[in-house]
């Protein structure tokens, strides 16, 4: 009954139904352009766009950020996250601090990232990184803190140092939840970073967006919409991909 | 690796090596002394294990069994008390001299049963080149050569107790310290798995202390059988199983080995019926609250 491939079907066929929606209401002319332009029109546009080549610069200034952003906040919430699960105390203090401050809509203190940093990648990068770095964080707290302790005691029992303890126990005994931490961190990251370009940039994929509504092309802004929205599943299968790698580890 | 520590000689004479292991009143205790929460979990205990015999230690839950095997191990440390490891007392983990075998499969979920020996040998720091072929004897001497390759969520629970045992095997020290080892396998598991560790036993001259639930086992396996009391825990008797190894399975049915079980029982009975009611009142205790 729910097979995969009705499963797809279904899908399709949804994804389909907004198409022809959108294909209905514009081409009959019950929606004026300048709100929705017509299907048409866009993926008149979406190919242009693929084909002149001009998505390549803010594709790799977007990419930049997003690389820059999400290292910085594996590195640092790998490393913090390490050291807060080594004791009870540090736990109890930093994991509801961590929790709540996660629970915060970071992108308020994105006029001061602007601030600080400027309109340029700068402020993207720190607002993506501080974003990413909370559950990475809080998820290899929590995953350093789940290795069952019989693993320890037995690799204690046959002789193994400290740094082979965190090599060969703590790491892939914590790897499966911190992996799905960066999966989280991966997703916010690249959606803070869009949604500071759109508030605030001078290049970048969100940038293209704000810039093409406001000299009033709406179909050269869903063009960039349809482009955006491709890189981001393309983004999010890679990642799926990798964290499918670490199933074993459970 | 093997003689080291004959020479040093603490205890004995020249001509009598030292026993494995020397428990010389043990005290272990946890929470504050004489407050409710207090708890004497063994209580002067001194126990030998002695060079190549298999000790049994046997007693109610919560006796202080697995935490007098911990001290033997260094896994623990006592509050009062001295351990010696051939003759030379200890305060942590000898991965030289002792191997664990835990209750609890410790066989990391996210190596194969190979990697899980060869990772034992890296810690013991065995050098790369010696590891491969260590681990797959080892493997062979358990009869799990078929399943190398596969992880620790593909096989019974059987088999993880022998990848177990295995890679304590593989670890080549003199002692083996195994904490109810079969004692999450069902019945017929634990009897082919005892009567192999006795046919392996009988090559390797290990002394082997073994913790366990099961008079059957007791029996079966030791040389000697330690009944502990319930709380505070203290050797109450030593009951020697005078049949060499290996042992076939018609001992099991030999009225030898029902006069010792039967003994063993009656030795236990008052302790596990001890233990029991203190549980009870702790519950009560605590329902009341």
């Known amino acids: 009954m729910t097979s995969p491939l009705k499963i797809r079907l279904f899908q399709t066929a949804f994804f389909g139904s907004i198409l022809a929606l959108w294909f209905g209401v514009t081409e009959t002319g019950y929606v004026s352009p300048i709100f929705l332009p017509k299907l048409t029109v866009v993926a008149k546009k979406f190919f242009i766009l693929v084909k002149s080549g001009e998505w390549i610069s803010p594709l790799s200034i977007t990419l930049y950020e997003v690389a820059c952003a999400y290292s910085l906040a594996i590195v640092t919430g790998i490393f913090v996250g390490f050291l807060v699960s080594r004791t009870r105390f540090a736990t109890r203090v930093f994991e509801p601090l961590f929790s ?5 809509p970071l992108i308020i203190f994105y ?62 005994g914590a790897f499966p939840v911190i992996l799905t931490g960066l999966r989280i961190g991966f997703i916010v990251c690249f959606l803070s970073i869009i949604g500071g370009e759109t508030l605030g940039s001078l290049d970048g994929l969100g940038h ?24 981001a599943l393309g983004l999010n299968i890679a990642v799926q991909r990798l964290e499918k790698r670490g199933e074993h580890y459970k | 690796m093997n003689d080291t520590t004959t020479s040093k000689n603490t205890v004995g004479n020249s001509t009598n090596p030292p026993p494995a292991i020397q428990a010389r009143n ?29 000790l049994c230690l046997i007693g109610p839950s919560g006796c202080g069994k697995s935490t007098l095997l911990n001290i033997m191990g260094g896994l623990a440390q006592p509050k009062s008390g001295e351990l010696l490891i051939n003759g030379t007392p200890i305060s942590g983990p000898k991965p ?6 835990f209750q609890e499969s410790p066989l ?45 969520s ?24 195994m904490d109810e080892p079969f004692g999450a396998l069902d019945e ?11 046919v392996m036993l009988a090559e390797a001259h290990k002394t082997i202390v073994f913790v366990t639930h099961s008079l059957v086992e007791a029996v079966f396996l030791a040389d000697r059988v330690a009944i502990m009391t319930s709380l505070p825990g203290q050797i109450k008797e030593i009951v020697e199983i005078d049949e060499p190894h290996p042992r076939k399975p018609d001992f099991i049915t030999s009225p030898k080995f029902n006069e010792l079980r039967n003994h063993l029982y009656t030795m236990l009975h008052d302790e596990i019926r001890k233990a029991v009611e203190r549980e009870n009142a702790v519950t009560d205790t605590r329902g009341k609250r």
Do not use: C
């Open chain 1, 208 to 231: 293209q967006i704000v810039f093409n509504a406001e000299s009033m092309n709406t179909s050269g802004m869903f063009a960039w919409i349809i482009f955006i929205v491709l890189i």
């Open chain 2, 188 to 198: 017929q598991t634990r009897m082919v798995l005892g009567e192999d560790l006795s």
């Open chain 2, 154 to 177: 593909q096989i019974s629970g059987g088999m993880k107790q022998r990848a177990q045992l295995a890679r304590a095997l593989s670890l080549e020290t003199d002692i083996i310290l």
């Open chain 1, 100 to 104: 709540s401050l996660f629970a915060i």
């Open chain 1, 111 to 172: 006029p001061l990232a602007m601030l600080f940093f400027g309109l340029g990648v700068g402020s993207k990068i720190a607002l993506g990184a501080v974003v990413a770095f909370f559950p990475i964080v809080l998820n290899t707290i929590s995953g350093f803190g789940t290795v069952a302790p019989i693993y320890q005691r037995a690799a204690q029992s046959m002789g193994a140092s400290g740094f082979m303890l965190v090599r060969r126990v703590l790491l892939p």
């Open chain 2, 26 to 54: 043990i005290n272990q205790y946890y929470g504050v002394p004489g407050s409710a929460t207090a708890v004497t979990a063994l209580q002067d205990v001194s126990i030998n294990a002695e060079k190549g015999e298999l």
């Open chain 2, 96 to 101: 030289d001299d002792i191997a664990f075998v």
């Open chain 2, 108 to 152: 990391f979920p996210w190596s194969t049963v190979l990697e899980n020996i060869k990772v034992g040998l890296e810690f013991r720091g065995v050098p790369k080149t010696e590891r491969a072929d260590r681990a797959w004897k080892a493997l062979e001497d358990v009869g799990l050569k078929p399943f190398a390759h596969h992880y620790p």
